[in-house]
């Protein structure tokens, strides 16, 4: 097993490079299913959701080509099956876009409920929602989700609750039906743009896309293309909130500075000096970090993913902030660990009222989920001290190369091998 030590209390100064948007990425890949060519995909993130997500297409058939560390060529004209098994799906959220991905070009789907990390509840209603409004017959049995259609048709459908993955699986499952889909009330998220742009490139006939009304006339057919991913908002606004919570300085290249405009507006709030650039931010803390309340919304709101890493600079702040979840039902399963190390913490629900410390110790920790790992990672950085870092699994998911990019603007942080002490205890 591996874990990550830090030594913290380096003020972090230089430059990182952000890789391509994970939650991008895990969208356009499946959406490949739909085309009948090869698309050469650029700026891929090396991380291991994506690595899982190449797997699937290739265990159902795809000719995956690697052609570098970033660019990947997949041809899935030799797809047949309509299969998702658990074994493949239970591994990440993203791996329920097969089913729309699937119904678009097979017009039927069997997958297996899919997995990822541990918020709460995490139903798929609206995309069930968007898959019938278009025609397919949905059922669940022995465990899997099944979906089939004998035709798929255009549909009006109103998202009761703003979902991204219900976007993403109802534009997968639209692009090719007959006549035009109306999604309202759709998620406008950057990797929502993205995936539109990818489709729209490959031949389809997407509008909309970004803002809350999206419109797919269906084509009959989508072609091959290459196309280039967009840069990670989530990762780059991690990479600034550890200028911040070091007290250094980093200038945040390959991004694109819209995006990340909620993730600005509250490290500015907090005292730091963020500066615009065309395909870079530089963000400096020359001082403690003030108090200040955020609330998690859907894009263009202070995004959800970006909610553990704030709330670790939050505890390291001058005064009260409070941070309020709106999105998921339970994602500060990290707080215990944050407390671990000295910060005062009080959650009641899905709100964080967050005493700030003046300093953090270490000690040793785990990631809870993937943003929860980023967050340990941060808050080690700032600690006094050496803080060790479990369940790095869960960081490799969608962090590319994070201890590489750290340790080139200063931070001392390493990852090591260690046995499980655990390993061969029979269970009680
Ligand atoms: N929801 C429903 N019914 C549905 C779908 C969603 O009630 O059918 C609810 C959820 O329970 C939640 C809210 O709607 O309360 C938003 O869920 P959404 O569908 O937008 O989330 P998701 O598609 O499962 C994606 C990202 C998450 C990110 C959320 C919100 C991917 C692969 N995952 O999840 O990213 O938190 O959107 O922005 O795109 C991460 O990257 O760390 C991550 C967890």
């Known amino acids: 097993m591996e874990k990550i030590i830090v030594n913290g209390g380096n003020a972090l100064s230089g430059e990182i490079c952000i890789s391509g948007a994970k939650n991008a990425a895990v969208a356009i890949i499946p959406a490949v299913l739909l085309c009948d060519g090869v698309c050469r995909i650029e700026n891929v993130p090396s991380i291991s959701d994506v690595n899982v997500i190449i797997r699937i297409l290739y265990e159902l058939g795809a000719s995956v080509k690697v052609i570098n560390s970033t660019t990947v060529e997949i041809d899935p004209t030799h797809i047949h099956s309509h299969v998702l098994s658990a074994s493949m799906a239970s591994k990440m959220r993203a791996s329920s876009y097969f089913i729309g991905a699937m119904l678009g070009r097979f017009k039927k789907a069997r997958v297996a409920p899919p997995g990822g990390c541990d918020f709460g509840v ?3 209603d609206q995309h069930i929602k968007g898959f019938e409004a278009l025609g397919a017959t949905v059922t669940i049995d022995g465990g899997m989700v099944n979906a089939h259609a004998v035709e798929l048709t255009g549909s009006s459908i109103y998202l009761d609750k703003v979902s991204v993955g219900a976007t993403v699986n109802i534009m997968l499952a639209a ?3 007959r006549g035009l889909t109306v999604i309202e009330n759709a998620a406008r998220e950057p990797h929502i743009v993205d995936l539109a742009n990818f489709l729209n490139s490959m031949g389809a006939n997407i509008m909309g896309a970004g803002t809350d009304v999206i419109k797919i006339r269906g084509v009959s057919e989508l072609h091959g293309t ?6 990670d908002q989530i990762e780059a606004g991690t990479y600034m909130i550890a200028a911040a919570i ?4 980093l200038t945040i290249t390959n991004v ?12 500015i709030e907090a005292g730091a000096v963020v500066q615009e650039y065309d395909e870079a931010v530089r963000v400096i803390m020359r001082r403690r970090p003030k108090c200040c309340n955020v609330l998690t919304m859907p894009h263009p709101g202070f995004p959800t993913d970006m909610q553990p890493q704030m709330t670790t600079l939050l505890a390291l702040c001058e005064g009260v902030s409070v941070m309020t979840e709106g999105v998921w039902d339970n994602r500060f399963k990290y707080v215990d660990q944050l407390t671990l190390m000295g910060a005062k913490i009080k959650v009641d629900g899905k709100v964080a009222i967050i005493n700030g410390v003046e300093a953090l110790s270490a000690a040793p920790v785990k990631a809870t989920d993937l943003r929860a790992g ?3 990672v941060l808050a080690g950085l700032a600690a006094e001290g050496t803080t060790e870092i479990e369940n790095v699994e869960f960081i490799d998911r969608g962090y590319d190369n994070i201890v590489e990019k750290l340790s080139a603007v200063g931070a001392d942080i390493r990852r090591v091998t260690y046995i499980d002490p655990n390993l061969g205890r029979s269970a009680v």
């Open 122 to 124: 995490r139903p798929i």
């Open 226 to 231: 290459t196309y280039s991913i967009i840069p």
């Open 175 to 177: 692009v090719k039906a």
């Open 374 to 376: 980023a967050a340990m």
């Open 256 to 267: 694109i500075p819209k995006h990340l405009e909620s993730i600005s507006a509250k490290l």
């Open 246 to 249: 070091t007290g250094g300085d």
